[in-house]
């Protein structure tokens, strides 16, 4: 019969520092395996703006503007989500969007996700 056993090495709230290589050696009176991994540690992806919170009078224009800092790593394949009131934008996948001519259905809370393959910011 075939006995299996396992290891587990957990890491929590991972930094900079645990980046690098790990190994897992296991010996018995049969011989000897071992298994490694290389753990990369990337910046965490925020966004830097701040919302827009004030009035504009129907007729004007509004720029909502979505800056963000993201690991260089991550940077090629990010995606820009923009909602208003919890309903996606559907055409707005960039990170700035302009309202033109506003009128009072544009009234609400508008809110961008940005995501990458790790993680996301909203």
Sequence with gaps: ARNSLSSVLPLQFVS????????C?????VGEVSASAEL???NKTKISSQPFKGD??????????C???????LSENIEVTWFK??????DETNKEI?????KHEDTG?????IETELDKDE
Excluded: H, M, W
Aim: charged residues 35%; glycine residues 6%.
């Design 16 to 23: 900079a520092d645990d980046a690098g290589q790990y190994s």
């Design 25 to 29: 050696r296991i010996i018995s009176e």
């Design 40 to 42: 990369f540690v990337k």
């Design 56 to 65: 504009k009078l129907e007729g004007e224009s509004l720029f909502l503007s």
């Design 67 to 73: 800056e963000f800092e993201t690991d260089p790593d």
């Design 85 to 90: 009131d919890g309903s996606e934008l559907e």
């Design 98 to 102: 302009i309202l033109n001519n506003l």
């Design 109 to 113: 809370d508008y809110k961008c996700v």
